[in-house]
């Protein structure tokens, strides 16, 4: 059986387990998280405040060994190292849970990994099946890796069997740190036979993990550990099976502040009516997203994006950022993808991150760990979030919810928040009248142009232009006439400023560096011509021509497999640039096909009407691309990717580095839904302006939207992009083209034509 989607497209099946890079899942909860590969493998961690504690760690960390004791033979069920011929070897990446199944030698292993909704650990459920016509005796082998050997000092180490625990403890327990999660165990609902605790004794001095001496000999050490930075933590389960038995094991692997919190963890929580209930409530609640926006199309590549694996990334995204870190600016454009699923916590989310907020206005760039270097496009993601959420609910009293701020205890609105943001942008400007640049905008590899104050951003004067419009409109909407009158004086005076300094003969600048050098222009060697400014160009209402504008993107920038983000890219660092120039060729920053400013692209195409184009765009980035598939670029063919290195990377040119951790999942959920599907919240409702594909004749969008759900079905006879639409609501015809609000609980049928008779604005 070949790769493929399963469950009505839920769960992807990995039947090649070699692709050409590994293939990852992320499992969560808000507070611990684990990245795995297609095996089972990788980290595990939790975050507490700015701090981060590691439990399993990169490669090879959840193993186990079968060795059968009859004739000493040994595989890893859920590894194959060897990639011997085994019957059968797949894994499931599932809504909340990843599965490895395997046959070997007659036995069947199956083990499910999940993290529960809540506690710093993993839970894993092992089934081992005898298929053969007798008695199976054998050993089977659990083996978990330790962050807690990279923490300072091995001296601090130590690695136990715990007779209260009935499984392994190991312990960091240095002097000067009063709490922490320095506790990591191992435990099973079946007592082991023996354990082990140093990697130096399970592998061998000379041996290595694919044949560790340990499971050659068929027996762990059960000795302790100490001053020892290579802990881990393994159970040996000793098994026999009858013909056709199987037998369920569950295991919890985690972290803890003390024995006894791991202790109270095994009491309440190992055993198979918790394992099983847990599995189900959060599998429900990732699929409870079906129901509250779903899409029908003729593409089902889109349908299925759409509908399930963009959701799960936006899931992802809106508690753990880019999971290397949280972040503000992440954070807050997830939340905005995330509104239509689930409002309420889209609010408790944005709260959360206005408390990494400045006084001055501008925004932490990212916690756990902190980043101090000095970004300055946060407040542009407060304002963009905060106005989409009250369109989107149309609570106003949200605005007056307090909050204090990063680097002060004084609690203000949120509405004052945002007025703190909006006064950071619009009183740094430099003297072109354009946006500092500061540390770095949405390009935060552009990092090193404005770091002495006086370097100006072209993308963030367009962002805060946007942002100035999004902020006037709300302020008129809670009768803040005269205050909107001032934004918008000084939005326009920002456009003045861009059009008489930011444009060079067809194109906009990228910027000026703090030594007044132009950055994305004819005039330099390398890097002559960005995307991002001139699709926010167009967003911002920028633009004179936007369409020449844009023939001019594809022009310079198109690939098979998308858009560049600057061309020619850099092949001499420059510091007056910032790292982005130190990159290889065709690398992140400097000229990938960075589908997060793909998706701006497709949002500019859309506001034009060229749905078309738009279509073909979102078709280039997913991996299913035929000049660019899966199996070519590397993408997990259930995850949107963040990049395709780009044309000028001469040896890997079109793959993808690392999937899953972008804001491109989130921009590209709401480019379908919104922009070309074009249903868009709005205060007075929802409003309905299609750009589609010439193909799409007759597309469907099912919306929850103020307690009511809107089934409106797109009739497109002609094969038009956009155009004159007629919108009836419950076969009554509506004089605009905005559905109001219902919120009476039910399904209301809503019927969208193009190109009828009568204008619609």
């Not at 004819?522 to 400014?533: A, I, P, R």
Request: hydrophobic share 35%; glycine share 8%; charged share 20%.
């Amino acid at each position: 059986m070949s790769n493929t989607f399963l469950k009505a497209g839920t769960e992807f099946l990995i039947s090649d387990m070699f692709p050409k890079r590994e293939w990852y899942n992320y499992l969560w909860n808000e507070k611990f998280i684990a990245k795995i590969n297609q095996f089972g493998g990788g980290p595990s961690w939790n975050c507490s405040g700015d701090s981060r504690f590691e439990a399993s760690t990169y490669g090879d960390s959840r193993l186990f060994f079968i060795r059968n004791k009859e004739n000493g033979k040994y595989w890893s069920p859920n590894r194959n190292f060897e990639r011997k011929q085994f019957e059968k070897f797949s894994a499931k990446v599932g809504q909340g849970y990843h599965n490895v199944t395997s046959v070997n030698q007659g036995i069947r292993f199956s083990w499910t990994m999940f993290i529960p909704q809540k506690g710093d650990h993993e839970c894993w459920i092992v089934n081992l099946k005898n298929e053969t016509n007798k008695v199976s005796n054998f050993s089977f082998f659990s083996y978990v890796t330790s962050g807690l050997n990279s923490l300072p000092q091995t001296p601090y180490n130590c690695g136990k069997f715990n007779k209260e625990l009935d499984g392994v403890v190991l312990n960091h327990h240095a002097w000067n740190v009063i709490n922490g999660t320095y506790f990591q165990y191992l435990v099973s609902d079946i007592k082991p036979d023996a354990y082990e605790t140093s990697d130096r004794r399970f592998k061998g001095v000379y041996g290595s993990i694919n044949n560790p001496d340990a499971v050659k000999i068929g027996n762990l050490a059960s000795e302790d550990t100490t001053f020892d930075g290579e802990m881990i933590a393994a159970l040996q389960l000793d098994i026999s099976l009858q013909p056709g038995e199987e037998k369920r094991i569950n295991f919890i692997s985690g972290l803890a502040c003390s024995l006894e919190e791991a202790v109270n963890v095994r009491r309440e929580r190992l055993s198979t009516k918790f394992f099983d209930n847990e599995l189900e409530k959060i599998n429900n609640n990732a699929l409870s997203f079906a129901h509250t926006l779903s899409i029908d199309t003729p593409d089902e590549d889109i349908n299925l994006m759409t509908n399930v694996w963009l959701k799960r990334q936006i899931d992802l995204g809106k508690t753990w950022a880019r999971a290397y870190a949280r972040g503000f600016r992440d954070i807050m454009q997830d939340i905005t993808a995330f509104l239509p699923l689930q409002p309420a916590i889209a609010a408790e989310k944005i709260i959360y991150c206005l408390r990494y907020q400045f006084y001055n206005g501008n925004t932490v760039r990212h916690w756990e760990p902190l980043e101090p270097h000095p970004y300055v496009d946060g407040p542009v993601w407060l304002i963009y979030t905060v106005t989409q959420y009250l369109k989107e609910t149309g609570n106003f009293a949200f605005l007056e919810t307090f909050v204090p701020y990063y680097d002060s205890q004084k609690n203000e609105s949120i509405i004052d928040h945002c007025r703190k943001g909006m006064d950071f942008l619009l009183s740094n400007l430099g003297k072109h009248g354009l946006c500092l640049w500061g540390g770095g905008d949405w390009n935060d590899s552009i990092n090193g142009a404005g770091l002495k104050g006086v370097g100006e951003s072209v993308w963030l004067t367009e962002a805060t232009i946007l942002a100035t419009k999004n902020f006037e409109e709300m302020l008129r909407k809670i009768g803040e006439n005269i205050e909107a009158d001032q934004i918008k004086a000084t939005g326009d005076n920002l456009i003045k400023a861009m059009r008489k300094h930011a444009w060079e003969k067809d194109h906009f600048l990228c910027g000026f560096t703090d030594w007044d050098e132009k950055v994305g222009s004819y005039e330099n060697d390398e890097g002559k011509f960005f995307l991002n400014m001139q699709t926010w160009a167009v967003l911002s209402d920028v633009a004179d021509e936007p369409e020449k504008l844009m023939n001019l993107v594809e022009q310079n920038l198109k690939c098979p497999w998308g858009y560049v983000l600057s061309k020619p890219s850099y092949t001499k660092g420059d510091d007056h640039i910032g790292r982005a120039s130190f990159f290889e060729p065709g690398c992140y920053e400097n000229g990938s096909v960075y589908n997060h400013g793909g998706t701006f692209k497709i949002a500019a195409d859309c506001k034009l009407g060229r749905g078309q184009l738009a279509y073909e765009t979102v078709k280039m980035m997913l991996p299913t691309n035929p000049e660019n598939p899966a199996e070519k670029s590397g993408s997990e063919p259930y995850a949107i990717t963040n990049m395709y290195l780009g044309p000028e990377s001469v040896l890997r040119a079109g793959e993808s580095l690392m999937g899953w951790i972008t804001g491109t999942a989130g921009w590209l959920f709401r480019c379908i839904t919104e922009n070309m599907l074009g249903v868009q919240a709005h205060y007075d409702g929802l409003v309905i302006q299609p750009c589609l594909p010439k193909h799409w004749t007759d597309v469907n969008i099912t919306r929850n939207f103020r307690g009511s759900s809107y089934k409106i079905n797109i009739l497109n006879p002609l094969g038009l992009q956009t155009g004159k639409i007629s919108v009836t609501l419950d076969d009554v015809l509506l004089e605009e083209n905005i559905i109001p609000p219902i919120s009476d609980g039910k399904t209301h049928k809503v019927i969208v034509k193009l190109n009828a008779f009568r204008v619609i604005i």
